[in-house]
Structure formats: structure tokens, C-alpha cells
């Protein structure tokens, strides 16, 4: 008997600290789970800053114009950091200089699902942003992370300087809002539930639990089976 499946699609952006966040509280969740079930988990665009330039802003700047002041920057950068300190995450706020666009980051994530590598590129680019301080505005870094993770590099670069994936990104952003996603991250659960934010391992356990528990297997013909 085969052990039920549980597709699971998570919305972010790779500029999105809860996005990171909930990226490892999630992956303890399916840890402690994959005994009992067994996941198939992709990830969707989503651009919190669809207008920042493609050269980004500078990042201390833009959040303290976003949050609405130096102090609001530092309690909110603060209690981020701390939070992501938990989740076994070093965030370093001081050491990123830039806020990118992160429209050719998804397109690079596109690539790398195409390679079998999307899981490992959505790492890589998150670890590279918040705790590497790398700036992803720039076309040769986000090539660079992909090199990390075994994707060639002229075939990035490539794929960077032309517009090869910006539809594909495009069109499943545009899907995104029409589901009516307006903040990430977001799960998709077996196209049918939705849970929002960066929820605590724990809560990723009793969700996905009962949702496993609609999904029914039957009897199959597979590779190991002798009566069929």
C-alpha cells in the first residue's frame, strides 16, 4: 500500500522573510510526517515590490520608508531576526545592501524547476539574500547562486539576458491573484485548501495531517506487486 500523497504549492517571494521562515517550518513539518505521507512540494511567484526598480533600492532606505520610520525598521528587523534565529536562520539585515526586483529571481527559479533543481535554487537565493548579504538585482549573482546548486552558468546568464520564462512567471503570478493571494507566503494544499502565513511547525502537522487523512489509497499495480 502505497503511503498517500500530499501536494503541497507554496506562494513566496525569495525577498520575503516569513517566506523564509515558514520555508523551514514547513520542511520540519513534512520531517516529521514522512513517515505517514508522502509530499510533492513546488513553489509559485509572487513579487512583493512588482515596481522596484531593476536595480533595486537601497534596501535600509526602502524599509524605512515602508515601515514608516528608523525605529519601526529596527523593532520590526529586530523581531524578524530573532524569530528567524529559531528556525535555526542567521538573518543579517546590516550586511544586505540591496532591495531587488526579483522578477528575473523567479525566472531563475522557472529555469531550475525545469532542471529538477527548483527546490534547491529556492534555498540557495533565500540563503544568498538574508544571511549572505549577496545582491540579487544583479544578473551574474543570481547565475552564480544557480552554479551553487548545479545549474550551468552561461546557461543562467543566458536565460537572464533574453526574456525566456518572464510569460511563463507572469502568467502564474496573475493566477496567484486571481486566487486571490495578497500576501505570502501562502499555501496550496492538494489545489483545494489554503493556509496562510509563516504558521508554526506544529500547525503545519495537525493541518496537513487531517487533509492526509481525506486522501484514500487504493489498490495499485506497481513495479513491486506480483498479482498484477
Not at 2 to 22: F, T
Not at 61 to 78: A, D, R, S
Not at 110 to 132: D, T
Request: hydrophobic share 35%; aromatic share 10%; net charge negative.
Amino acid at each position: 500500500m502505497n503511503k498517500p500523497q500530499i501536494k503541497i504549492e507554496v506562494v513566496s517571494d525569495v525577498v520575503c522573510p516569513w517566506c523564509y521562515i515558514g520555508k523551514r517550518r514547513l520542511e520540519n513539518a513534512l520531517d516529521q510526517l514522512k513517515d505517514r505521507f508522502d509530499f510533492d512540494v513546488e513553489y509559485s511567484p509572487f513579487e512583493l515590490n512588482p515596481d522596484m526598480p531593476t536595480e533595486g533600492r537601497n534596501q535600509k532606505e526602502y524599509l524605512i520608508q515602508k515601515f514608516g520610520g528608523e525605529v519601526k525598521y529596527q523593532q520590526i528587523t529586530g523581531h524578524v531576526t530573532k524569530v528567524a534565529a529559531g528556525e535555526g536562520l542567521n538573518f543579517d539585515f546590516n550586511n544586505q545592501q540591496v532591495s531587488p526586483n526579483t522578477r528575473d529571481a523567479h525566472r531563475a527559479i522557472w529555469f531550475a524547476k525545469r532542471k529538477g533543481k527548483q527546490l534547491e535554487m529556492k534555498e540557495a537565493l533565500m540563503k544568498a539574500y538574508f544571511e549572505q548579504g549577496v545582491d540579487l538585482s544583479k544578473k551574474e549573482n543570481l547565475a552564480q547562486v544557480a552554479a551553487q546548486v548545479g545549474i550551468d552558468y552561461d546557461k543562467v546568464m543566458t536565460l537572464l539576458e533574453s526574456e525566456e520564462g518572464l510569460a511563463e512567471v507572469t502568467f502564474a503570478e496573475q493566477q496567484n491573484y486571481q486566487r486571490n493571494v495578497t500576501g505570502v507566503p501562502f499555501y496550496i494544499i492538494n489545489n483545494k485548501y489554503g493556509i496562510s502565513g509563516a504558521q508554526p511547525a506544529e500547525s503545519f502537522v495537525q493541518a496537513l495531517t487531517q487533509i492526509g487523512s481525506e486522501v484514500t489509497t487504493g489498490e495499485v499495480c506497481d513495479v513491486d506487486k506480483e498479482d498484477c
